[in-house]
């Protein structure tokens, strides 16, 4: 296959993993404010997990508590970062996980930033009481094991002939 057909053959791939976990983020914080909001918590595993209802206007671990607009600025020069990384990236099968990783992280931080832009906080609904965790939501989890994934990929799987591409000029 001609290299330009498989590179746009894999950006459609990851365009289509990063709509559909969007939808799929969205649709969970649809529901957690058409359900959840205004009701006592749903616990879903006694004393472990429960679906609670909380508006987060701070970012992860509620850090930056209204600071909106700065918020939004850090999420768009992330998301620059991660699609720019993911233009760079080589379009070859072994790069195919960091590119599926790459798309869930990019759903993930959009699912965010469109709720901050839509409600002006995030919607978070999904509570570890055992450990007392932050609420936190399906495009947290997104990110979070997005990110584990690239970090197990470039520490434990890629050789440094690998990854020299991150350093070139051109693909």
Same mark, same amino acid.
């Given at each position: ?48 997990? $429960?679906?609670?209802?909380? $508006? ?67 919607? =978070? ?14 495009? =947290? ?18 050789? $440094? $002939? ?10």
């Amino acid at each position: 296959m001609h290299r330009d057909k498989r590179f746009a053959k894999l950006y459609i791939i990851d365009a289509a993993v990063m709509l559909v976990l969007f939808l799929l983020d969205q649709y969970t914080k649809h529901l957690a404010i058409r359900h959840l909001k205004g009701n006592p918590a749903v616990p879903l595993i006694d004393g472990v997990l $429960e679906l609670q209802y909380l $508006e987060n206007t701070g970012s992860a671990f509620s850090l930056f508590q209204g600071q909106k607009v700065f918020i939004l600025i850090m999420g768009f020069v992330f998301l620059s970062a991660v699609l720019f990384f993911l233009w760079k990236l080589p379009v070859k099968k072994k790069f195919l996980a960091v590119h599926i990783l790459a798309a869930v992280l990019i759903a993930g931080a959009l699912g965010n930033i469109v709720d901050r832009i839509r409600y002006d906080f995030v919607v =978070d609904f999904i509570s570890f009481v055992l450990i007392h965790f932050p609420v936190f939501n399906v495009a =947290d989890c997104y990110i979070v094991l997005s990110a584990i994934g690239l970090f197990i990929l470039f520490m434990f799987v890629y050789k $440094e $002939e690998d990854l020299k591409w991150i350093g070139s000029a051109s693909k």
